[in-house]
Each structure stands twice: as C-alpha cells, then as structure tokens.
C-alpha cells in the first residue's frame, strides 16, 4: 500500500462531506457494551462504559422458551421498532455464544425470536449479523447446513478466532480494523496521539482497561505488533521521540484496499465511493 498522505475523507452517517473524523470512525459502543463480559471493581474502565455482565446473558439464555416476543405489534410503525429489538436481541444472544464458544443453532435461534417473528428469521438474522459484523467484524456463517449450525468467524485470521489469547471472551477484531481504517484515511501512517485522540471518543483510553479490548495500549502496541498486523515504529528524526503505526505484513496480505473501504463504508453508514480518494486507488 502506497504511504502518500492524502486528504483526510470527513464520512459521517449519510452524509460523506460532513462531521468529524474521530465521531465517523466509532465502533458503536452501545450495542457493544450491552453484549460486553462484566467489569470488577480492581479492573477500571473509561468513564461511559457500562458492562452488563453473565446476569444479562443468562437472562438471554433463559428466554429460550419464551422467545423474544409475547405479543404482536399493533401496527407498521411498531412493527418495524420491534423487528430492531429482535434482531438486537438475537445478536446479543450470538454474541453470548461466541463468548462461551457454545454451538449456535438455527434452532435456538429461532426460539429466541418468538413464534411470530419465525417467517421474518431471515431478515432478522441478517439486521444483526450487520451489526456484529460491524461492531465487532465478524461474518455469521452457516458451517453446517445439514444440523443449522452457525459461528461468528473473524474477518482476519487472529488466533482464537478474533480473540487474540487463548480462552473464552470477545473479539478484538472491530477494534483492529478501526485502527486499521484510521492508519488508511490518515495517508497510510498515523501517529500515537492520533491514534489515541480518534480512539478517545469511543472510550478507549491507554491504560484503562476496556471491557471488551482489555488493556488497550498493550493490545495496539504490542500484541498486534507481535502478530504483524501493525507496525510501530519511531517517527524519523523526532526529538522528544514520537512513535507512528503503519499496516502491518498480515494487514497488507490479508485486507485488500477495497474492503478495507466496504468496512469504513458500513461504520459510516454510507458507501464506498463516499471515499472518492481512495476509492479510485483502491
């Protein structure tokens, strides 16, 4: 990947001209933090992380019989804001899975959405397979067509399937790719503090532990460095030192250009050609 600076694209919602960059860039914490492991108060997090914990997903678990459903909505609007609560509530149960490595089952699925929402399975499945694949950059498959069985798999190849340690927990994946995503838009190297300052806004803070990511200082300057999808490196000739990220070797053997734009695309909400710059390159 070329290193020239460019412009920096300003993509934010549907609107690919407007709006700030650290804003454009966020992985959506929201739905993030209600599917997160529990925090414990010896781990401090960002202030504006809320951690519901193993409570919640047992709570998922236990509706299992039930179905995310009792009642019908009453009429389109409804019905359209109920469809987004299924689908958030089957994306929180997937992600449950993920995180206990259990098997996910079309099965078990379908009794999470309730009886009257199983024609709409397909479209369901779909909303909140977009979103994990947004948060968290994992694609839902289905690896067993014959049982209906299903896995979240990582959109790079990071050991433990986007959990980077071995063990359960939640993929590290989303949070790569953004930094990923950053290092792109900034010219194909970014600073530190650049890194940072986008980061902060999402209440990922060096030293803090995240109750997704961990440490995240350790994670982006060591643990993705070790396994080669970043590279972190002195800015030449500066004095106080100042260190830079670049992509890695895996980065470039394994994200071409063009889906690196689909994923910025999809966390703005808009399309790949909003990036005109580096959608003619790329």
């Known amino acids: 990947m070329p290193r020239s600076r460019k412009s920096k694209p300003r993509a934010s919602g549907k609107r690919p001209q407007g709006g700030d ?3 454009s860039l966020g992985v959506d914490q929201a739905a993030a933090a209600a599917a997160a492991e529990e925090s414990t108060p010896s781990s401090p997090q960002c202030k504006g992380i809320s951690c519901p914990g193993s409570d919640e997903a047992s709570r998922i678990q236990d ?3 039930a179905g995310a459903s009792e009642a019908p909505p009453s009429n389109e609007s409804s019905d359209t804001d109920n469809l987004s609560k299924v689908a958030q509530f089957l994306e929180h149960f997937l992600l449950y899975k993920y995180k206990k490595k259990q098997p996910i089952l079309k099965e078990d699925m379908l009794k999470i959405i309730g009886e009257y929402y199983k024609d709409k399975f397909p ?22 067509s014959s049982n209906h069985l299903y896995d979240l798999v990582s959109q790079l190849k990071l ?9 359960r927990g939640f993929p590290k994946t989303g949070l790569l790719m953004n930094v990923l995503g950053m290092i792109f838009i900034k010219g194909n190297r970014a600073t530190e503090e650049e890194i940072w300052e986008l980061l902060n806004p999402m209440r990922i803070c060096p030293g803090r532990k995240h109750c997704i990511y961990g440490e995240p200082r350790k994670l982006i300057t060591k643990d993705f460095v070790r396994l080669q999808y970043l590279e ?16 890695g070797r895996k980065a470039h053997a394994e994200l071409k250009k063009m889906k690196m734009l689909e994923f910025l695309a999809k966390i703005n909400d808009t399309v790949p050609s909003a990036f005109s710059g580096y959608y003619e390159e790329a």
């Not at 369901?124 to 979103?131: M, P």
């Not at 490196?233 to 992509?247: A, K």
């Open 232 to 247: 972190y490196r002195q800015v030449p000739d500066s004095d106080p030192p100042r260190y830079e990220f670049l992509w």
């Open 21 to 23: 960059e650290t804003e």
């Open 63 to 65: 509706n299992n019989e």
């Open 159 to 167: 050991p433990n399937n986007g959990r980077v340690i071995a063990g």
């Open 123 to 144: 479209d369901i499945l779909k909303k909140a397979a977009e979103r994990i694949g947004t948060i968290f950059a994992l694609d839902v498959k289905e690896v067993d």
